[in-house]
């Protein structure tokens, strides 16, 4: 059949063959960039939700550190009704932003951990602090509305906030931990995706061109024969 062809034919062909393997080129090269730009969106959002979670646990301790300020606030400055009275509804305020934040962070933990390890041990330890700060802010609120003197309600309170903050705090050291080094994991695979990408490309590129070359040198050949030879010649 090809054969039959007349040259114009046949270099209509090779034209054909020619812009077809560019298209399709151009089609791969395509395909890659939409999965290159997918992963990459991808792992915005999911570093972007990591640092939104590492925010809520941070606004966490920073709660609760207003809460211990109160307290002491009452036991310094709380003979004065309208005062306690105050720096006990601002108690109750930032124990309920800890409780707001708290939760968030689990939700965003949550939509993280499907279809990704590590996040268990996060959300166990968020979990287990919602009793502990309900303990701890039973007490310290029990102690407000029973205060008579900073002796006295210093006293019963003492060092109880301790092991609540290092809870606290360690988990949002431990998170930032991770999330530093689940971003150096992605930031490698990123960097092999992309080694593996440009070597498809250029493997494919020369396939392309000899495959293209080898269709030229058979026509060329096949015109040649058919000529009887080099015209030059």
Same mark, same amino acid.
């Given at each position: &059949?090809?054969?039959?062809?007349?040259?114009?034919?046949?270099?209509?062909? /090779?034209?054909? @063959?020619?812009?077809?393997?560019?298209?399709?080129?151009?089609?791969?090269?395509?395909?890659?960039?939409?999965?290159?730009?997918?992963?990459?969106? %991808?792992?915005?959002?999911?570093?972007?939700?990591?640092?939104?979670? &590492?925010?809520? @646990?941070?606004? &966490? %301790?920073?709660?609760?550190?207003?809460?211990?300020?109160?307290?002491?606030?009452?036991?310094?400055?709380?003979?004065?009704?309208?005062?306690?009275?105050?720096?006990?509804?601002?108690? @109750?305020?930032?124990?309920?932003?800890?409780?707001? %934040?708290?939760?968030? !962070?689990?939700?965003?933990?949550?939509? /993280?951990?499907?279809?990704?390890?590590?996040?268990?041990?996060?959300?166990?330890?968020?979990?287990?602090?919602?009793?502990?700060?309900?303990? /701890?802010?039973?007490?310290?609120?029990?102690?407000?509305?029973?205060?008579?003197?900073?002796?006295?309600?210093?006293?019963?309170?003492?060092?109880? #906030?301790? !092991?609540?903050?290092?809870?606290?705090?360690?988990?949002?050291? #431990?998170? !930032?931990?991770? @999330?530093?080094?689940?971003?150096?994991?992605?930031?490698?695979? !990123?960097? =092999?995706?992309? =080694?593996?990408?440009? %070597?498809?490309?250029?493997?494919?590129?020369?396939?392309?061109?000899?495959?293209?070359?080898?269709?030229?040198?058979?026509?060329?050949?096949?015109?040649?024969?058919?000529?009887?030879?080099?015209?030059?010649?």
């Amino acid at each position: &059949m090809f054969e039959r062809l007349t040259l114009k034919g046949k270099l209509f062909l /090779l034209g054909i @063959v020619s812009f077809t393997m560019l298209l399709l080129m151009t089609g791969f090269g395509v395909l890659q960039l939409h999965s290159s730009l997918s992963n990459s969106n %991808n792992d915005f959002d999911r570093l972007h939700s990591d640092i939104t979670a &590492m925010g809520h @646990v941070e606004s &966490m %301790n920073t709660a609760f550190l207003k809460e211990v300020k109160l307290a002491k606030d009452v036991w310094i400055r709380g003979a004065d009704t309208e005062k306690l009275k105050k720096y006990r509804s601002e108690y @109750v305020e930032q124990a309920e932003v800890f409780e707001k %934040n708290r939760l968030a !962070a689990i939700e965003i933990l949550k939509s /993280l951990a499907i279809g990704h390890t590590g996040f268990d041990g996060f959300l166990s330890r968020l979990n287990a602090l919602e009793s502990e700060h309900k303990t /701890l802010s039973g007490k310290y609120l029990a102690q407000i509305d029973a205060h008579r003197s900073t002796a006295d309600s210093d006293s019963k309170v003492a060092g109880i #906030d301790r !092991a609540l903050t290092q809870l606290v705090t360690d988990l949002r050291n #431990d998170f !930032a931990k991770f @999330v530093e080094e689940e971003s150096l994991e992605k930031e490698d695979l !990123a960097r =092999q995706m992309y =080694q593996q990408n440009r %070597n498809a490309m250029f493997i494919s590129a020369l396939i392309a061109l000899a495959l293209s070359g080898a269709l030229g040198l058979f026509i060329i050949r096949t015109v040649l024969q058919q000529l009887g030879g080099d015209p030059k010649e």
